[in-house]
């Protein structure tokens, strides 16, 4: 069971927007640690989506957003686009564990 | 250009003691604020995170898996070695060396290596 919990899947049509949420605790998220966001393309190593809880790295397209409010974060993606389908990972620092932290991570299926 | 690259058996037996190597450039791990973990991820499941080392050679671990974890560095060499002891097929997984942006805990992993793939089976 992962620290963060992530629903498994959600999906969406071309030029839609999905939201996925991540809910934590108040021994990280709610603790005031930051949020961050991971996008995993099939067979590839994990890339920084949003940093900071909100922030896009340089090359994100701004159709990928973050937010986070009391012990839980949410990733939105609008415009949705097939090359968006692909595995999503919250993750944040757990002080009780002292240890980062991920969610069990989400696949999104462009329908 | 920063960048890691994983190396190490892909196949240990049950018992045994995996030792996987992240040698890195771009950087040195003897720059302040530094450091270098390693995250894994078993097949079709979420990642992991298992260690760490900084510049300063403070090491932070999963408390689940301190016991048999080990991580060191060789500053001279660019690398730093990740040893896991008594591995079971639980540990079947892709293993990542990963560079986060600062020591700050709130900084992400903002560098990774490809992975490497490692089978624990007899």
């Known amino acids: 069971q992962s620290v963060l919990t992530q629903p498994p899947s959600v999906s969406g049509a071309p030029g839609q927007r999905v939201t996925i949420s991540c809910t934590g605790s108040s021994s990280n998220i709610g603790a005031a640690y930051d949020v961050q966001w991971y996008q995993q393309l099939p067979g590839k190593a994990p890339k920084v989506l949003i940093s900071g809880n909100s922030n896009r790295p340089s090359g994100v397209p701004d159709r990928f957003s973050g937010s986070k409010s009391g012990t839980s974060a949410s990733l939105a993606i609008s415009g949705l686009q097939a090359e968006d389908e692909a595995d999503y990972y919250c993750q944040s620092y757990d002080f009780s564990l002292s240890a980062w932290v991920f969610g069990g991570g989400t696949k999104l299926t462009v329908l | ?122």
């Open chain 2, 1 to 122: 250009q920063i960048t890691l690259k994983e190396s190490g058996p892909t196949q240990v037996k049950p018992t045994q003691t995996l030792t996987l190597t992240c040698t890195f450039s771009g950087f040195s791990l003897s720059t302040s604020r530094l450091g270098v973990g390693w995250i894994r991820q078993p097949p079709g499941k979420a990642l992991e995170w298992l260690a760490l080392i900084y510049w300063d050679d403070d090491k932070r671990y999963s408390p689940s898996l301190k016991s048999r974890l080990t991580i060191t560095k060789d500053t001279s060499k660019d690398q730093v070695v990740l040893t896991m002891t008594n591995v079971d097929p639980v540990d079947t997984a892709t293993y990542y060396c990963v560079r986060p942006f600062s020591s700050s805990l709130n900084d992400p992993f903002d560098i990774w290596g490809q992975g490497t793939m490692v089978t624990v089976s007899s």
